[in-house]
């Protein structure tokens, strides 16, 4: 028994309405990850920023404004750049959930959270059809859907899903406007005439249009040009366009992309009106701020980059858990077969190695950099899976379900942290706890107890007792005072993730004596013994693979290793601050 969907317009439908709705059911079911308790910081900024929308919604004071001045004026009360607010991400995807959130009336923070999770599904699902559109007009409707389906089960992809942030959107962006460039690629819309030019018109406008949205959604979507260049050239020398029709469609493809950008990220423009073509200095210097921190050694979240992440340990993630190993092992085949001619697939391929490189130089190599790309590696891989035959491609697709099945797993509602505030809230009134940093989620964090009751604060009725061992400060005779005091006052340790005890140590010539202190806690010479440990790793049905070596962004907001230490009566703080201090000593003298 064969795949006929070639040849069945009829069954190529129903298989993707299923593909669609299985995609759909699978990312609805895993909004509620982390119980609403906001733990991706990106995330919880964009909700900082919409609930500040919605209270400028509802102030009389703008109700007098015209929807120039809401939409299209700097001085906007929605500016995401003004005074002290800060945004470096495109505003569409903000602009358009919060417009979705009040016209709906669901502006509550966790009601919204739910809506912003859901419409982010639905984005990506959209996605999904368009890797379908353009694995189809590459090799037809069976590899269209085969690859529609091995983008679907990607793990990065599932994961970014079920985040209200701007990357699932930017996919979604990019995914749409390599579609009409593939038809200009492959000349489909190479006819003569009035009719063709209005068709090669329309469909490099579309492509334009695409492609400007997803630079309103990060300006990282100007990746896209040197595929749109080659789609053309194709288009020109190889499918048929002629030289007038390969211009037009360029010229309406960057007149479209300027239009859209315009109206969808239009605080990126100083003035008021549309035709207020001018950047916006609050703009700009968000980006030069961004630049900064980037750039700090200083700065907390870039230590994991600096300690050691290079191109080929990105390559190892890329392939583990951004495409996953089966998509990412019909992608050698389809390079080390490649025809003699490429033709079209070279669209979709620039398009990836633009975000992939552009990852890889980047001081910030995180996955969801390279998210963008995965649509388009999907698209590419349609020649490779039209060779298989169709047991290979059975076994392919169940492979690739079966892996992207630990991603799904991920979002089943235990969250580590979540798991670990349930523990914490059975201690006695008057616990001390104390977190290792404000650079790290703290716990317990905001957690629902049971069903009926509302959400417990960390600060709800003075239950617990807080500190911090501000352990991201430099290390100093100071530091090592400060963390044996405030451990010697604690009842118990928490190291909501790894985010420290993974990465400092790795950094020696500045947190030598850091590192013995997390050297000192795991070997119990610190007098603290571990009592809780959740490390889901990457739960494969019926396998556990550990994850710890992967990087930061892919383990921290949804699956962090979290541990909670009791204090021993054996801890000795002037002893404990002595063995610090002598750590410290030996790495001056070492130096």
Known sequence: MGF????????????????????????????????????????????????????????PAHSALTLGDWWLSEASPLNPHAGSSFLVY?????????????FSGTTDWFAFLALARSIAAWVDVAAILAVFLGGRALAGNRAGLIVALLFAVMPTVLQLANFHTVDVWLGAAVAWALVPMLALATGSRARKGWGGG???????????????????????GVLLVPAGIVALLLGWRRGGLSGWQAMLAGGCALVFAMVVFRLANPFAFAGTGVWATGLSPHWLGDFRELAGFTASPDFPPNWQWIAGYGPLRLLRDVVMFGAGPVASGLFVWLLWHHPRRWGAVLVPLIALAAFLVLTAVSQVSALRYVAPGLGAMAMALAPAVAWLGTRAAFATVLMALWWGGGAIRLHDGQHPRIAAAHWLWTLPRGTRLTNESAWDEGLPGIVRLTPQ???????????????????????????????????????????????????MPRLPERFAMTAAHYAALESGAA???????????????????????????????????????????CFDETAYAARLRRALTGAQSGQ
């Open 527 to 569: 007098c603290f013994t571990q009592v809780l440990e959740i490390d889901r790793g990457y739960p494969l049905p019926g396998l556990r693979l550990g994850d710890g070596w992967a990087q930061e962004p892919w383990r921290v907001y949804d699956h962090p290793r979290v541990r909670i230490f009791r204090r021993d009566a």
């Open 4 to 59: 006929h969907f070639d040849k069945s317009p009829v069954a190529t439908g129903l298989a993707l309405f299923a593909l669609l709705c299985g995609a759909a059911w699978v990312r609805l079911n895993g909004i509620a990850w982390d119980g609403f308790s906001g733990y991706h910081p990106d995330e919880r900024h964009m909700m900082f920023l919409s609930m500040a929308m919605f209270e400028a919604l509802r102030d």
């Open 198 to 220: 209005m068709a090669v018109a329309m469909t490099g406008a579309a492509a334009g249009a695409f492609g400007g949205l997803a630079v309103a959604c990060k300006v990282t």
């Open 90 to 102: 495109g505003e569409a995807p903000l602009l358009i959930a919060v417009a979705i959130g009040w």
């Open 453 to 503: 009751d509302g959400f417990r604060w960390p600060e709800h009725d003075g239950w617990f007792v807080f500190h911090s061992l501000a352990i991201e400060q430099p290390d100093s005779a100071e530091k090592a005072a400060k963390l044996a005091n405030t451990l010697a006052q604690t009842d118990f340790l928490i190291l909501s993730s790894d985010r420290q005890s993974g990465v």
